[in-house]
């Protein structure tokens, strides 16, 4: 059997998503089933004086209600963060229903239940609130300010934690440098925005005691344990199943209030309880993500060449710290150097509460924003020593290398060849080509500026050695688990420990089994996201899957084969030693007319008649997979955009992605990681805003005007691949599936503003909509307060931001 990794087998899993055969959470339906509805503050901060729930449970069909402080017993535990990144972190409990004080617009303050959707939302217009308004903050840097409102009273301070990282003498590099850049960059609150809004179901079953929780969650095995810490049910009584979930982005990977009240309720009125969340409740229940402050230097000889690197940033928490909220800053923080050497490296983070939807992880979680800093910084160094931003890269590359070799910040890279992607994108992009034409236009007096930007980014991911998580203060481990079972009649259950929600494990882990085993991918059925049929798994996040769970199936495939081996050598009556093996297939060397195959292996191992002396009939194995170091995927990105200089129109013209992951599972699947990342990158620099007044209500908070791109307004990407194997495992796997969204916002921003680099030192700011851009062209201060409009529609912005004469951006 030809080998099938590395090629494009046409995904398993479409047939029933495309046939509208696939069950989502919100299609699921039970005898008895009750709807919740959780009531909302409208206001951003607020004393809660009383819920009158009487006038609410009078209402037609309701069935009960709740307040924040008539659950307080319920819980053995306040919502799950997992990620207490300093010793001193000030880490409030947070309730799934507020009890004292609502601190966010959208924050839980009640729950109705009804016997339908519309009779739980009717009445829970019923629910008599009496709050106490109190002053919102929204702005980080004013809620770091003497006087500011505070979140949490109890810490008397909306400063959340400080954490700092150093490797080498970074004060004096920078004091001896002869050139230092400052930049300030300005990363706006992004609202994730899955097909699939969240949805829960939970199914007691009363003669048992346990639950069956349906989730839309990227993480059933950890909200199983969030469940248990969060309710005191044991782990034994609650079985999670993320059915098919439409998409994720980071947002699912969440321990959701919902979910807590889901069970709750449950196990209190011994009925299935379900909620779905409207697209509203989107914008205002699940978190966002970005919102950083960044102040980023360099410390360079004058000619360019790169001494140290140091950062400032802050970050936004929100209102609370949810599953990771304090450490998505973190999972960037030892690439602010890029794929650039240097002597030094200097990072330090501050959270910040505010009175906002809490932040967490969204698609790149700490590495967009690294990446932004970094590339957007190289070009301005380009700037200052008078260099192209191709030639200031060159120069600065860490060389190619094939052995673990130390970066700046001082963990240690797997595999690179950081020059080789930016030649190739260089090539395909036809960068010459494109600054002749850039000259020609501006010479011409065109009011449509061409404008070339690059990113060339470096990205860790796969998640994650455990013992490393342990020293940055994480929680949970990051290992990853899957069992082979090859079943009487051949086939196979691969059971894994991932949950996939959109990229294509089915289809991917059965490449890697089929390859080991020799089984055809279409007999090989995968088992996911269910924590009774998996119970071993730590999901999918941090594009871990495959150079984690993807070698957990690998090497559970490989001890099946070495029980094959055992199983083959007693009835071939040879040594194991004696033994070839080759597609599934162990043959006797010398004589290969004498072989027998892995499904009748599996036949012998499970009618057991006739098996080795000490074997344990069936074959199967398991294995639990963590690695030793991260995986470093990398690549360059070229964008040239034409911006129309009447309007402020910014159109990408031409995006060509080449990227280095490692070795390819499925090209295909790779492709459609990188083409859907690199646009909701584009939509990060160019149309996605999350606005927020200054009373904490949020602007933005609908598909009218909250500008996710549509697919007409974005280019075709053009796709490179390079295959530098990592060293971390045995397959050179790295992983996929951020790429696109950590590299292209740096690379369309720094298009915008090499554009208009001809007309002055103008910085636009993100997103670069033509309001903005067409304000920093004409030096018209701050935008609108208000958000408008689609992409192209001239949406308007809120948190002003303004051309600086630093290049840098102010709020
Ligand atoms: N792959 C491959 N060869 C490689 C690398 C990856 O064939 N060298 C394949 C993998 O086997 C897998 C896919 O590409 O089928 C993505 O793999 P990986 O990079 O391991 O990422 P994860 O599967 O862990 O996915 C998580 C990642 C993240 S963090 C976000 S956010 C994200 C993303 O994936 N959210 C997505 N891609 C998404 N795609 C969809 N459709 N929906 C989301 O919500």
Redesign the pocket.
């Known amino acids: 059997m030809a080998k099938v990794v590395g090629t494009e087998v046409l995904r398993k899993e479409d047939p029933e998503l495309i046939t509208g055969q696939a069950r989502y959470v919100d299609d699921l339906v039970v005898p008895g089933m009750l709807w919740m509805h959780v009531v909302r503050s409208p206001l951003a901060h607020a004393r809660i004086n009383s819920v009158d729930l009487s006038r609410a449970k009078d209402m037609p069909g309701v069935v009960a209600a709740f307040s924040g402080t008539d659950l307080a017993d319920d819980w053995a535990g306040p919502l799950l963060m997992a990620w207490p990144v300093t010793e001193d972190i000030n880490n409030p409990p947070h309730w799934p229903l507020a009890k004292d004080k609502a601190r966010f617009q959208g924050d839980g303050v009640a729950v109705v239940i009804a016997e339908t959707r519309a009779q739980a939302a009717d009445a829970a217009e019923d629910v008599d609130v009496d709050y106490e308004p109190l002053d919102p903050v929204i702005d980080m840097e004013a809620a770091l300010a003497d006087g500011a409102p505070i979140v949490h009273e109890e810490f008397g301070t909306n400063r959340c934690y400080t954490w700092a990282h150093t490797n080498g003498d970074v004060d004096k590099v920078f004091s001896e440098a002869p050139v230092v850049v400052k930049e300030r960059y300005v990363l706006q609150r992004q609202v994730p925005n899955?097909i699939e809004p969240r949805g829960v179901l939970c199914q007691p079953n009363p003669a048992m005691g346990d639950f069956t929780l349906y989730s839309a969650t990227q993480i059933p095995h950890i909200v199983k344990v969030a469940m248990t810490l969060g309710t005191g049910i044991p782990e034994s009584k609650i079985r999670v199943i993320a059915p098919r979930v439409g998409?994720?982005?980071?947002s699912k990977l969440q321990v959701y209030a919902e979910e807590m009240l889901a069970l709750a309720l449950a196990k209190r009125l011994g009925r299935p309880v379900k909620w779905t969340e409207t697209r509203s409740e989107n914008f205002l229940a699940t978190h966002h993500g970005r919102d950083q402050i960044q102040e980023m230097e360099l410390a360079a000889d004058e000619d360019g060449k790169i001494r140290g690197f140091r950062a400032k940033v802050k970050a936004n928490m929100g209102a609370y710290l949810m599953i990771v909220t304090p450490g998505v800053p973190l999972l960037g923080a030892w690439l602010y150097c890029g794929a650039y050497g240097g002597e030094a490296y200097g990072i330090e983070f501050t959270g910040v509460f505010t009175s906002t939807v809490p932040t967490d992880a969204y698609?790149g979680a700490g590495r967009p924003e690294a990446t932004y800093a970094i590339e957007r910084t190289m070009d301005a160094l380009a700037k200052r020593v008078g260099k192209d931003p191709v030639e200031i890269r060159r120069m600065n590359f860490i060389p190619a290398f094939t052995e673990p070799t130390p970066m700046p910040s001082g963990l240690t890279l797997d595999s690179g060849n950081y020059e080789s992607t930016l030649e190739t994108a260089l090539e395909m992009a036809g960068y010459e080509q494109l600054r002749k034409e850039q000259q020609s236009r501006r010479d011409s007096g065109d009011s449509k500026l061409l404008g070339i930007g690059l990113s060339t980014y470096l990205e860790m991911?796969g998640l994650a050695p455990s013992r490393l998580l342990s020293a940055l203060r994480y929680a949970a481990g990051g290992w990853d688990a899957a069992q082979v079972r090859v079943l009487p009649t051949g086939k196979v259950t691969l059971v894994i420990g991932?949950s996939?929600?959109?990229?294509?494990?089915v289809?991917?882990?059965s490449q890697i089994a089929a390859d080991d085993l020799g089984i055809p991918v279409e007999d090989i059925e995968v088992v996911h996201s269910d924590t009774e049929l998996a119970p071993l798994g730590m999901d999918?996040?941090?594009?871990?899957?495959?150079?984690v769970g993807?070698i957990a199936v690998h090497r559970a495939a490989q001890k099946v084969v070495e029980k094959a081996r055992k199983i083959a050598a007693h009835e071939l009556e040879v040594s194991e030693d004696d033994l070839d093996y080759e597609a599934g297939s162990f043959s006797v060397k010398g004589a290969p007319d004498k072989a027998v195959t892995i499904p009748a292996l599996a036949f012998s191992a499970w009618t057991a008649h006739n098996l080795p002396d000490g074997l344990e009939p069936n074959l199967d194995a398991t294995a639990v997979y963590d690695p030793e170091n991260f995986v470093w995927p990398y690549g360059a990105h070229i964008c040239a955009v034409e911006v129309d200089t009447e309007t402020g129109q910014v159109d990408v013209l031409k995006y060509v992605a080449v990227d280095d992951?490692?070795?390819?599972?499925?090209p295909q699947?790779?492709d459609g990681?990188v083409v859907?990342?690199v646009i909701q990158g584009i939509a990060e620099a160019l149309y996605e805003e999350a606005v927020y007044d200054d009373n904490g209500t949020l602007m933005t908070s609908s598909l009218s005007n909250y500008c996710v791109p549509a697919a007409s307004d974005l280019p075709p990407v053009q796709i490179g691949r390079h295959e530098t194997p990592s060293t971390t495992n045995e397959l050179g796997?790295?992983?996929?599936?951020?790429t696109g969204t950590i590299a292209s916002p740096a690379a369309v921003i720094n298009a915008v503003n090499d554009a208009l680099s001809y007309l002055g030192d103008i910085d636009v700011g993100r997103p670069a909509t033509p309001e903005r851009v067409w304000r920093a062209i004409h030096g018209r201060g701050e935008a609108r307060p208000e958000a408008t409009g689609g992409p192209g529609a001239g949406a308007g912005t809120g948190t002003a931001e303004r051309a600086t004469s630093d290049g840098g951006e102010a709020r």
């Open positions: 899955a998409g994720g982005f980071g698609r991911c991932t996939p929600h959109g990229q294509g494990h289809t991917t882990f999918t996040y941090g594009s871990r899957s495959l150079a993807g992951v490692g070795t390819l599972v499925n699947i790779v990681q859907g990342g796997v790295k992983g996929v599936g951020e």
